[in-house]
């Protein structure tokens, strides 16, 4: 296959060759541009030390829920850590915070206050990522409607400027198409990295929850239901409690249905009042 001498000598522009072609309007770009890449980075460092911290707290809450849970969660760490440096642990934790308020409180909106304040930090400057992606393509289709304008009052009069107009229209809507998709694809990414986070906090308050639980209590011996002698007459309590394995009470629902005999000849069938 030959491929022409024309396409051989295409290339993509420098980003120079960009700033140069796209004029002023190149420079919201530019700005934006920049102001993207800062929080892309901001955002690789936080996650890289989150994903350190998240290793660590997994291995802190298998061993917990492997090692007893006597003191909950906290007195657990404190015995690892001290009060001192525990504090400083729990304030830049992920997943500990959390899993804490929850063992310390049945309310579940105490633990996820703290998971609200967890996925903050991690979805901090997000927003700026899309709000760039928006104004990244607006600047560029700005500059295609005043590249094409411009190019348009001098398609008569001068070439040159005809082609100055659309370069101005084209390299800005490389320049704005170019920012905003760096910003939309990082901005998912770290949004789905907030999204797994929140998911791991949910996952860890209803192991460990569902670990602390006490076991199921058995039935007596004697079954649910009482030896007719066992009974109340009638008139009395229907209810009773009866203690059984654990301190638990359970309660009985006795009934008691009249033996008097039913006339079946009658049309109706007569139920005496339970």
């Known amino acids: 296959m030959i491929i022409p001498e024309e396409l051989l000598r295409l290339s993509v522009p420098s980003f120079g060759e960009l700033i140069r072609k796209g004029e002023a309007l190149m420079i919201p770009l530019i700005v934006l541009n920049t102001l993207s890449w800062t929080i892309i980075i901001d955002r690789a460092v936080f996650w890289t030390a989150a994903g350190v911290r998240l290793i660590r707290e997994r291995r802190l809450l298998r061993a917990f829920q492997m090692q007893g849970r006597g003191g909950g969660l906290e007195g657990f760490l404190a015995g690892r850590f001290g009060a001192i440096d525990l504090g400083r642990k729990v304030r830049g934790s992920l997943l500990l915070a959390p899993v804490i308020a929850s063992q310390k409180s049945a309310d579940d909106r105490i633990w996820e206050d703290e998971m609200d304040t967890v996925l903050g930090r991690s979805e901090r400057f997000l927003f700026i990522l899309s709000l760039i992606a928006t104004l990244s393509t607006s600047f560029g289709l700005f500059g295609t409607v005043v590249g094409v304008s411009w190019s348009l009052n001098y398609i008569e009069s001068d070439f040159s ?52 639980a006490p076991a199921a209590a058995p039935v007596p011996a004697e079954g649910i239901l009482q030896p007719a002698a066992a009974r109340p007459a009638r008139g009395e309590g229907l209810e009773t ?28 069938i007569i139920v005496e009042d339970v």
């Open 241 to 268: 409690a009866k203690p059984y394995a654990g301190g638990a009470v359970r309660r009985e629902d006795t009934l008691e249905i009249s033996p008097s005999p039913v006339d079946l000849s009658k049309s109706d």
């Open 161 to 212: 400027q005809t082609v100055s107009g659309l370069s101005v229209a084209l390299y800005t809507t490389i320049g704005g198409l170019a920012v905003s998709i760096v910003a939309i694809i990082a901005g998912g990414i770290y949004s789905s990295l907030s999204g797994a986070l929140g998911r791991a906090i949910v996952h860890w308050v209803n192991v460990l929850r569902l670990a602390a």
